[in-house]
């Protein structure tokens, strides 16, 4: 009896472990302001709103900590639809022939300490058209700069998506919209210390500019997004973070 007690015990803390250092509450990450007209759903990691006249996600919300990014799990390279999305999602059909990528907006290698949440980063909801050398070129390097980012603070914010305009080109029968734009807004807070930075990098051939030649105020990128970011700071610190970036403390991360 108290050999079975030992075993119960210990499998209550190995729980009480994994779900204290390696879950995440969907209420704990940051996300941009939600329309009453959306839905915001929530996998084991991370958040998004999906748009079904896009046909893929208006934005994915994450926390990055350093652990996260232990490789652990190996890439699946599994593409599913959605399960959380009821109107269905894109799928391999629409992607096919088409000349366009399966663009991942949470990065897989972003997730790789966990087989779960690198199966769920492998759903259509997360997944954009992006030209080839753009996805393996400068939108792997600012992925990369991301996690090299996480790995030096600990802990970050992360908004990522593409731009949905009206009268976007399309693929597929589902007709997913391919976006002329891809962005990320980062967040670092501290009890020290709030910053944040924005990218906007557009949806094209390969560039020999580096990701800091795409940064502006996350302010600019609402106007251009259509989205309000960091609106759970207080006012006063999101007017801060918003309008002004600190490009020396952002800058010494990048390789």
Known sequence: MKSIIKFSVLILLSLFIYFNTYSQDCTTILTPSVKKSETKLCHTH????????HEQSKWVAYILKDYMTESNAKRTDKFMTDPLVATGTANDNDYKNSGYDKGHLLPAADMSFDSIAMVETFYFSNMSPQAPSFNRGIWK???????TTSSKLGCIYVVTGPVLENDLENIGENKVSVPKYFYKTILYHSDTLTSGIAFLIPNEKA????IF???LSIRDLEKTTKLNFWHTLPRSMQNKVEKNTDFDFWKQFAK
């Open 207 to 210: 560039t020999d500019k580096d």
């Open 213 to 215: 030649s795409y940064t």
């Open 141 to 147: 390097n600012l992925e990369t700069y991301v996690r």
């Open 46 to 53: 991370y958040s998004f709103v999906y748009s079904e006249k």
